[in-house]
C-alpha cells in the first residue's frame, strides 16, 4: 500500500466534492434568478426578489482600517512570500474577514429592511489599500487590548465572568492594525513593493446597490425585510447588475464542474494506486 498516495487520492475526493457541492449550487443561483425580474420595493411580495434602492442606515459599523461607516465591509490582509511551487515572490492573503449590520434600501415606491447575515456581496461599490507608513505591525500589548475592548463590548449584562474563560472576539474585525496606516495607490511600484498591505471595501449610505433575497414578514411585527432564507436560498447585495447576470453564474457553474470532475479523476486514480489496483 502506498500511503501517501492513498492521502493524496483521499485529499483530491474531498476537494472535489467540496467543487462539485458549489458547482451545483451555482446552477441552483442560476435557475432562481434567471426567473426573476427587477422589481420595484413596493411591488415586492413574500419569497424570492430582486430589486435594488438607496441605501440608508441610523447605527453602521466601522470599517477597521480607517473607521469609515458603512452598512457592510470586507477586509482583507496579504503579505508578499514566496511561492510554495516556486521561488516567485506573491502576495498571499494572511486574514480576511467581513461585517454587516441591518440597513435599509429605499425607491420611489417605498423601503424595505436588508438583513444581510449569511449573503454575499459579489462587488463592493468603495475600496481602499493601505500599509504601515514605519513597517510595522501591531504590538502584542496592542492585540490583546484591541480583544479585550471587543471582548468587553460584547458583554451586555453586569453578570461577573469567570476569571478563565474565553475571551469573545469580535466578528469581521481584525486584531493586528498597525496605529500609522496610511493610504496608498494600488497601481504604483510603492503598493507593488509594500511587503505587507491592508484592503478594506464597503457599501455606505446614499450607494445605490441591487439586492437578491427572501422577503419575510418579521415574527416580532407587521414589517418586512429581505433575509437569507436557507442554506440553498441565495442573498446577494452589490454595486453591479452584472453580478446577479444568470450567465455569470452558469459560467461559474460550467468552471466548477470541469475542475471538480477533473479533480475527482486524479483522486480516484491516485487512490487506487494507493491501495496497489493500479500503479503509476
Known sequence: MNTIGLLAGIGCLGGAFLILRMAKQEFINKRLIAALEMTAIGNLKP????TSGEVACQNPVKTPYTGTPAVWYRYNATKRMKSSSSAKIEERSIG????????????????????????????YPHSRALKSQSGTSASLKERMKKLKEIDAAKQVDNNKKPFFRKIEGGEGIPLDVPPDLIEIDRNTEEAEKTEKKYYESWIQ???????????????GSDSLKIIKAGKKSPMFVCSNAEDLDPSKF???FIVGLFFGVGLALVGAVLFLAGIGVVEI
Do not use: A, H, W
Open 205 to 219: 449610505e446614499g450607494d445605490n446597490v441591487y439586492v437578491l433575497g427572501t422577503m419575510v414578514k418579521d415574527p
Open 47 to 50: 419569497g424570492l426578489n430582486l
Open 96 to 123: 480576511s474577514g467581513s461585517l454587516t449590520c441591518p440597513f435599509l434600501i429605499r425607491d420611489i415606491t417605498g423601503e424595505i429592511e436588508v438583513v444581510g447575515n449569511g449573503g454575499d456581496v459579489p462587488s
Open 250 to 252: 452558469q459560467s461559474n
